[in-house]
């Protein structure tokens, strides 16, 4: 298979129409046709069912996709971590969730500083889940992520720091002066409902609260005690006056984790790994 030809499959497969997939490609309907035609005939199955109704994945077309896009990512990390390596040799690029982990980020950062043969390295902020496609497309060599609501699967990791979830509350609600707190109770709270943060796939979960995109929303929303929010003890750095924690006891606890590719043979990240294990010995 070649990676143009599976390039115009997913395309395919994620419009779902011949058309628009052919414009989003900049390119004629028919080449893209024969293309895909060729493709099925190279490896013997049907993955596309087309009628008049338009266009459908079969099973093997819903296993290509998967598969074709792990292998188009691949190709572009390669490319991207070929070229980094060209003109930046002694270089990282680290990915983490705006907000998160700050303090730990900070305490990493400072003491792989003074390593010998420490690199330089360029922080990206990013979103909900991003680390782990930005690691997946070589836009990021390591990144900070958290367990268990991000999914390692392809990653090697080593675990730092492990803590407990806090609830973060208008200072002045009555809440705010509890010394702990359940989940059971912070959800029957009249007027104040937990905020809803996407899932891996994009979607928010059902529920009265509000639906965040990022923290600076969220700590707005709380300073006007439109909505509530459960978050790790380590979100205290970024909290605004108007904001108050309390311990929530039946939280999961959350593992800050460092994460790389698999595959990597980088004795930059390794050394970065180093440091990161040092710090937070098991």
């Not at 003491?111 to 990021?140: H, K, N, T, W």
Request: charged residues 20%; proline residues 6%; negative net charge.
């Amino acid at each position: 298979m070649e990676i143009r030809e599976l390039r115009y499959f997913v395309t395919v497969a994620e419009e779902l129409h011949f058309s628009r997939a052919a414009e989003r490609l900049g390119m004629a309907q028919p080449p893209l046709s024969r293309a895909i035609q060729q493709l099925e005939r190279r490896l013997g199955v049907t993955l596309l069912e087309r009628d008049r109704r338009g266009v459908a994945l079969t099973d093997a077309g819903r296993v290509l996709l998967d598969e074709a896009r792990a292998l188009l990512d691949h190709a572009a990390a390669a490319a991207r971590r070929t070229q980094r390596a060209a003109t930046s040799a002694n270089s990282l690029t680290l990915a983490t969730k705006a907000g998160a982990s700050h303090e730990l980020l900070q305490k990493l950062l400072d003491a792989y500083a003074v390593e010998p043969a420490a690199a330089s390295i360029d922080v990206v902020l990013c979103g909900m889940f991003e680390q782990a496609q930005m690691l997946r497309d070589g836009r990021a060599d390591v990144a900070l992520m958290q367990r268990p609501f991000d999914s390692f699967a392809g990653f090697d990791t080593e675990d730092l720091l492990t803590e407990q979830q806090v609830a973060i509350l208008p200072a002045t609600h009555p809440l705010a002066a509890c010394e702990k707190l359940t989940m059971a109770e912070l959800a029957d709270v009249p007027g104040l409902p937990v905020a809803r943060w996407p899932g891996q796939d994009g979607t928010y979960p059902d529920g009265p609260g509000p639906e965040i995109r990022d923290l600076a929303q969220l700590g707005q929303l709380i300073a006007l005690g439109h909505t509530a929010a459960v978050l790790c003890a380590s979100s205290r750095s970024w909290l605004w006056s108007a904001h108050a924690t309390v311990p929530v006891i039946d939280a999961p606890h959350v593992t800050t984790v460092l994460a790389w590719p698999a595959h990597s043979r980088s004795q930059t990240v390794a050394g970065l790994v180093r440091t990161a294990a040092s710090l937070y010995p098991k």
